[in-house]
C-alpha cells in the first residue's frame, strides 16, 4: 500500500478519539503497533512554551507487546 500523503493525515491538537492512541499509550496497555501498522493521524498537544508532535495508531489494529529476549 503506498503511503498517505502528510497532507491527507488527521492532525488533531490538545485531544483526540478514544479509539487512537500513541505508542506509549499502547505499551501501558500491553500492546503495540503491528508490524505494517501506519500512522493513523497525527496528535499536536502544546503546553506553555513547548509543542510536541507524536503519531496516533488505532487500537483496533494494535497486536499483544512482545517481550525482547536478552541474547
Same mark, same amino acid.
Given at each position: 500500500? *503506498? =503511503?498517505? =500523503? /502528510?497532507?491527507? @493525515? *488527521?492532525?488533531?491538537?490538545?485531544?483526540? *478519539?478514544?479509539?487512537?492512541?500513541? @505508542?506509549?499509550?499502547?505499551?501501558?496497555?500491553?500492546?503495540? *503497533?503491528?508490524?505494517?501498522?501506519?500512522?493513523?493521524?497525527?496528535?499536536?498537544? /502544546? #503546553?506553555?512554551?513547548?509543542?510536541?508532535?507524536?503519531?496516533?495508531?488505532?487500537? #483496533?489494529?494494535?497486536?499483544?507487546? /512482545?517481550?525482547?529476549?536478552?541474547?
Amino acid at each position: 500500500m *503506498p =503511503p498517505m =500523503p /502528510r497532507d491527507k @493525515i *488527521p492532525i488533531y491538537h490538545q485531544t483526540h *478519539p478514544a479509539d487512537l492512541a500513541t @505508542i506509549e499509550a499502547l505499551k501501558l496497555e500491553g500492546l503495540q *503497533p503491528a508490524d505494517c501498522q501506519r500512522v493513523a493521524a497525527l496528535f499536536n498537544l /502544546r #503546553s506553555h512554551n513547548r509543542e510536541h508532535l507524536c503519531g496516533l495508531y488505532r487500537r #483496533s489494529d494494535a497486536v499483544t507487546l /512482545r517481550v525482547k529476549e536478552n541474547a
